[in-house]
């Protein structure tokens, strides 16, 4: 991924403290992402849309999502991809 | 594939993006790969299966 | 991208396990425990837990963030709450 963004660890503590960082928040990430598969989840989007779906799916980088029946203006898409960069915030309860 | 020696030997992708894994995300490396293997693959698949087409159509943002 | 994007792992591990208020893109303002940043997408997952015993997750888009300022530090039991979030089996071995 090209977003990823990286200090300049002055020494191997520093950088090893940045990589274990690293791997807690994604792992979190990750595994927030597959408790929302099956829920409905309600996005804000950018120009005021609002829409609900079902979550199924994200490619690794966050630029895509899967979802089903989702909930248009104009009635509901069976299957459809959600830009990342569309979204301003997503929320779901467990 | 002799008479390459001209050329710097070319990375192959999968270890090049091991060793991208391994500065990121150091001894986490593997565990980090195998949990975006999955869900890329699970990704993939739906995709083929159920070929979602972009909503909206047009972006929102540009 | 934006100055909350360009963060290092180490600058948005400061704000998780803390409550923020997050301001966000078309005038959004959200608050709640930051449960991670992702570092590929600088998305903040943050939490709360409702009366009824269910939890709220919302999740605010990295290139939405125009400012996250922190409310508060959490004591133990949210520190333990948060960690447990989303793990799988949390009485069964490590890893897995």
Request: a neutral charge; charged letters at 25%; hydrophobic letters at 40%.
């Amino acid at each position: 991924p090209a977003t990823l963004s990286s200090s300049v660890p002055g020494n191997a503590v520093q950088l090893e403290q940045e990589q274990q960082g690293r791997v807690v928040m994604r792992e979190r990430y990750l595994r927030s992402l597959s408790a929302m598969a099956g829920h409905p989840v309600r996005f804000t989007m950018y120009e005021k849309v609002n829409v609900t779906a079902l979550f199924e799916a994200s490619d690794i980088d966050i630029l895509n999502f899967h979802v089903s029946e989702l909930q248009t203006p104009l009635g509901v898409q069976r299957d459809a991809l959600l830009r990342c960069s569309d979204i301003i915030s997503y929320t779901f309860e467990l | 594939t002799a008479g390459r020696s001209a050329q710097p030997p070319t990375d192959k992708p999968g270890e090049r993006r091991m060793a991208e894994m391994k500065k990121l995300y150091g001894v986490g490396a593997a565990k980090i790969q195998a949990m975006e293997t999955t869900m890329q693959l699970n990704f993939d698949k739906n995709c083929d299966k159920k070929q979602p087409k972009y909503w909206p159509v047009i972006p929102l943002k540009l | 991208m934006t100055e909350w994007q360009r963060k290092t792992p180490l600058e948005w591990q400061k704000y998780v396990t803390k409550e923020v208020n997050v301001t966000a893109a078309e005038k959004h303002d959200y608050k709640g425990w930051v449960l991670t940043v992702d570092p590929v997408s600088a998305n903040i997952v943050l939490v709360t837990f409702l009366e009824d015993g269910k939890v709220s997750v919302l999740v605010v888009l990295g290139h939405a963030v125009q400012e996250v300022g922190i409310v508060k530090e959490a004591d133990d039991e949210m520190r333990e709450k948060l960690a447990l979030l989303f793990m799988p089996g949390e009485s069964q071995s490590h890893g897995q």
